[in-house]
């Protein structure tokens, strides 16, 4: 991956503060304390949860990549004190494993969403792109919640129900209107991110995997690789070009410019909330607007 994480100096820090190493149970007001590793999957988390549980998500800030994240001795504090920690997996925020096997307490339930997929390191960990995947991520987390806190069981439920058809309603109806009216049309990506999405909406992703996966994980392309992704632009073939504009290295940077050059629409797209304050399906269902507007609207 893109960094080097310092889980140990972090745990020898919070040890050195002498936090009680065992969960803390509920938080405010009997609230359940949960964690995330990102703030996508925090973001989902909360509504969910509503009022009946505390959600912090680590990674927040739209400036900081989670390939290369490090620990804090705050971010272990958190996760000692939590009952409920939600991590991505497939590799992708590696330092949060680290930290739950640093301080394995009894008592703290932990959701990889990897693991649910059967993804490993190595496989796309851009799960939360995959609007199927986003739904069983609602259920999971309720039913989770609900064996947590059983006295508010049913309205975790509830809660995930409202989500998925009133909250998350903009955000499928626009990926409906994708599939619908741009069901195979050739389109064009930097990045692996955009791979579960282009699925999700119909659309056909031709740029090489082997490509999308190299700048993914901050790796070089082979040359035919490279050679492929500028002939696709090249010749038009394809009609919009997606990239992560949070990962705009000086050779990606020259793709878009080619594109733009080339009369290409380009699509930007990002790998946490922005701004930091949005709701995942407020995000997310700009970008699938700005694709749709991008594809002809």
Known sequence: MRGVVTVAAAMLLLSACGLSMEPSGHGDAGRVRVVAAENFWGSIAAQVAGTHADV???????????????????????????????????????????????????????????????????DNPHMWYSPAYV??????????????????????????EQYRTVGLKDYHDTIGAIKQKYAGTKVGATESIFSYLAD????????????????????????ADKAEVENEIATREVRVFVFNSQNSTPDIQGLVDRATSR???????????????????????????????????
């Open 200 to 223: 999700g909406t119909g659309l056909d992703l031709i740029t090489p995997y082997s490509y999308l996966k190299a700048i993914s994980e901050g790796t070089d392309p082979s040359a």
């Open 263 to 297: 009369g290409i629409p380009v699509v930007k797209i990002t790998e946490t909330l922005v701004p930091a304050t949005a709701s995942f399906q407020d995000w997310q269902t700009a970008q699938l607007k700005d694709l749709l507007r991008a594809l002809g609207g």
């Open 56 to 122: 912090t998500s680590i990674i927040a800030n739209p400036n900081t990549d989670p390939h290369s994240y490090e620990a804090t001795p705050g971010d272990a504090r958190l996760i000692a004190q939590a009952q409920y920690v939600i991590v991505n997996g497939a590799g992708y925020d590696a330092w949060a494993p680290k930290l739950l096997a640093a301080n394995p307490v009894s008592g703290r339930t932990v959701l990889t969403i990897g693991d649910l997929f059967g993804k490993k390191e190595g």
């Open 135 to 160: 739904d069983q991520v609602i259920d999971r987390i309720a039913s989770d919640l609900g064996r947590i806190d059983s006295a508010d069981a049913a309205a975790f439920m509830a809660q995930a």
